[in-house]
């Protein structure tokens, strides 16, 4: 993230909504291998983790550290070499790819550091297109859009394609399209890589609000620790495992918190 480090926020309070004691994410020793031989590369080497629902939970790591592997495995965007992977009680480790898809569609939510909308739709159609792949009818799902881009602070921009936004309304169009299905987990990576430090804020933010209120799990990669701030606990990879399993408040530098929790105040404000 460029220019945001010193103005992104804390994580603060714990949510309103607490993680309830039931796994959301269970993976028991994930391994994740590339090509064969001598020339395999070995990205993930026995992960375990659990994420229980309601948790914030920012996954960090140098380049190369297995947590972008990791955060595909569990946006069940691909397959683990070995190992189990259960989501929301269901294990998907050996699913196929159309089961996967349905998966995805159903319970998970992604937003991705470029933003990944369809240049030439409105912010309305882009958040529709989940409700289209799932078959919601027309009324209900431009209703289920309305509502959304109202909630993301976009009522007003719906109309608008991403060219006419600026780069925090169009993550914020993302964030409304990866709740169009109400999937239980949103997972990020690096969602304020490309924003201004004053859009960062605003965005996680967002975050913590869907957090907090509305007991979303939220899992983010990031390599920045301002970011990881917001999060109640932070995961750190290296060389394929996890290395630090903490909560945020032990793992980000006093310092870096500290000087960070004026801008909470301020993004909420905003938001």
């Known amino acids: 993230m ?23 994410i269970d993976v028991r020793d994930l391994t994740k291998v590339y090509g064969e031989g001598l020339t395999a590369v070995h990205a993930l080497g026995g992960v375990n983790l659990v994420v229980r629902s309601g948790e914030f939970v920012a996954i960090m790591g140098p380049s190369g ?49 470029s933003f990944n909308l369809l240049p030439r ?14 078959g919601v009818p027309r009324e209900a799902r431009v209703r289920r859009a309305q509502e959304l881009l109202e909630q993301v602070g976009l009522g007003d921009r719906r109309d608008h394609r991403p060219s006419e ?17 109400g999937a239980p987990l949103l997972m990020a990576d690096e969602p ?25 799990t939220v899992v983010l990669v990031t390599h920045d620790a301002n970011v990881a701030a917001w999060s109640e606990r ?28 004026r801008a909470a105040s301020s993004g909420e404000a905003r938001v």
């Open 2 to 24: 460029t220019g945001a480090s010193q103005q992104l926020a804390p994580a603060g309070p714990r949510p309103s909504h607490p993680a309830n004691g039931e796994p959301m």
């Open 192 to 216: 304020t890589g490309n924003l201004d430090s004053a859009s960062s804020v605003e965005i996680m933010t967002l975050f913590r609000r869907l957090n907090r209120d509305q007991g979303i």
């Open 65 to 113: 550290s297995g947590k972008s592997t990791f955060m595909h495995l569990l946006g069940c965007l691909d397959r683990p070499t070995s190992g189990s992977y259960r989501l929301a009680g269901q294990e998907v480790s050996r699913l196929g790819g159309d089961e996967l898809a349905l998966v995805r569609n159903r319970r998970i939510g992604f937003v991705f550091q």
């Open 165 to 181: 936004l600026s780069g925090g309304q169009q993550q914020r169009v993302a964030i409304a399209r990866a709740m169009a299905n």
């Open 234 to 261: 932070v995961v750190t990879f290296k060389d394929g495992l996890i290395i630090d399993d903490r909560p945020s408040a032990e793992a980000v530098a006093p310092a870096v918190r500290e000087g960070a929790l």
């Open 121 to 134: 739709t409105t912010a309305q159609e882009n958040v529709e297109l989940p409700l289209l792949y799932a």
